[in-house]
């Protein structure tokens, strides 16, 4: 489902690195419980995008913690900022498709009890 969701957000013209995958991660009831990573600018910084908590609606990003100091000149500040507001764009929409999708899936167990 997910590689469909960065598919999708591709396709409203968002500019998608290809460094973001999708990456199977079991939750503690055996189900796909979501996670994107990717690295910023090529290896800076790894990244995560996944619901908070597991198993949620709502989507939070994690960057991980760097050993050394991060110095960039303008340009490659800028093409990090370009690269964060992909970011967040990716979280906003996950976290809207995943909304959507557990409100269809009760609209749908609410005609069954019908």
Sequence with gaps: MLELWLDEFADLGYSISQRVKVVPQDGTDGLDTGLIALNLLDSLTLTYIQPEPL???????????????????????????TELAMVSALCTFLQT????????????ESRLDA
């Design 55 to 81: 198993g949620s609606v709502h989507w939070g990003i994690t960057f991980e913690a760097r050993e050394e100091d991060l110095k960039m000149g303008a340009g490659r500040t800028l093409e990090l900022a």
């Design 97 to 108: 498709k995943s909304q959507a999708a557990v409100a269809a899936e009760l609209e749908y």
